[in-house]
């Protein structure tokens, strides 16, 4: 079993700046890869961006290439979302999950079988 928890959420101004963690804890294994989702009322959960536990590779959705990075911390279990440039339809719950192993760069949903418990990010114009 693995825990996700998710922490640093919040409300910022356009063109702010948040950071994301999701600590991990129980029984990770080397080739567990952890991402982000997000999600607004009413729509699918959309993929924002992931990474391998082991070697660190990162995966992201066009819409955030360019703002949003993923990073890991093994030694403490932890990955962070950090969202620059901020744009109000970056507003959404984004969940912290977690997958056995990439099966696909598309990363649906289907291939993460752990997730959090999610963190509202609000960002107003």
């Known amino acids: 079993q693995v825990q996700l928890t998710e922490s640093g959420g919040g409300s910022v101004q356009a063109g702010g700046s948040l950071r994301l963690s999701c600590k991990a804890s129980g029984r990770i294994l080397s080739t567990y890869g952890v991402g982000w989702f997000r999600q607004v009322p009413e729509k699918e959960r959309e993929f924002v961006a992931a990474?391998?536990?082991?070697?660190?590779?990162?995966y992201s959705a066009d819409s955030v290439k360019d703002r949003f990075t993923i990073s890991r911390d093994n030694v403490v279990n932890t990955v962070y979302l950090q969202m620059n440039s901020l744009k109000p339809e970056d507003t959404a719950v984004y969940y912290c999950a977690a997958a056995r192993v990439f099966r696909s760069a598309t990363m649906p949903e289907s291939d993460f079988e752990y997730w959090g418990q999610g963190t509202q990010v609000t960002v107003s114009s």
């Open positions: 990474i391998t536990w082991s070697n660190g590779d990162t």
